[in-house]
T-cell receptor, first 116, second 110 residues
Framework: DAGVIQSPRHEVTEMGQEVTLRCKPI?????LFWYRQTMMRGLELLIY????????DSGMPEDRFSAKMPNASFSTLKIQPSEPRDSAVYFC??????????????FGPGTRLTVL | GQNIDQPTEMTATEGAIVQINCTYQ??????LFWYQQHAGEAPTFLSY????GLEEKGRFSSFLSRSKGYSYLLLKELQMKDSASYLC???????????FGTGTQLKVEL
């Protein structure tokens, strides 16, 4: 299996621009998670989906952030408009409740976002 | 609310043993995970505890006390490649939602 795939790996944009991050979970996984990691706040859960349905979006910082999962193999996280404080590494992770007994989450390589 | 505490940094010597502690106060508890994250890379799964006691996996062991809200990760025979951040995460509520601590940066020296 190729693991969780994220694109782009690096994104540099200017304040006010729209940013779209993409994620392909591991085939067969029914949970998908979006995290943001910064030095100050660590790894924060933004939103997660189960069977393509958003379950908990309480971590989404504000209305500028939105996430979708149109099918089981694709999800997007969009920031519009972007601000310098959104600069962080964004991770996507997936897991399966029917997999190992641990139900561990598998993380993608992350997208390093810099907003100038 | 959720509160997970870990030391920010630790330093240890190659070949030694190090214990990384994690204390938590969470609404709900369905298990505790430890993840390893090397600089510039994604977190990777190390261990999982849901019952009190010690789980051993090679050089790594993890302990849990649910009554005390306490866990530790024990790394034996330290190697330079063990230099990384170690993240404690609690599985709370339904689904597979995890709440992460801010991580402990471990530096292994010669």
């Amino acid at each position: 299996d190729a693991g969780v795939i994220q694109s782009p790996r690096h994104e540099v944009t200017e304040m006010g621009q729209e940013v779209t991050l993409r994620c392909k979970p591991i085939s067969g996984h029914d949970y998908l998670f979006w995290y943001r990691q910064t030095m100050m706040r660590g790894l924060e859960l933004l939103i997660y989906f189960n069977n393509n349905v958003p379950i908990d979006d309480s971590g989404m910082p504000e209305d500028r952030f939105s996430a979708k999962m149109p099918n089981a193999s694709f999800s997007t996280l969009k920031i519009q408009p972007s601000e310098p404080r959104d600069s962080a590494v964004y991770f996507c992770a997936s897991s399966s409740r029917w997999g190992s007994s641990y139900n561990e989450q598998f993380f993608g390589p992350g997208t390093r976002l810099t907003v100038l | 609310g959720q509160n997970i505490d870990q030391p920010t940094e630790m330093t240890a010597t190659e070949g030694a043993i190090v214990q990384i502690n994690c204390t938590y106060q969470t609404s709900g508890f369905n298990g505790l995970f430890w993840y390893q994250q090397h600089a510039g890379e994604a977190p990777t799964f190390l261990s999982y505890n849901v019952l009190d006691g010690l789980e051993e996996k090679g050089r790594f062991s993890s302990f849990l006390s649910r009554s005390k809200g306490y866990s530790y990760l024990l790394l034996k025979e330290l190697q330079m490649k063990d230099s990384a951040s170690y993240l404690c995460a609690v599985h709370t509520g339904g689904g597979n939602k995890l709440t992460f601590g801010t991580g402990t940066q471990l530096k292994v020296e010669l």
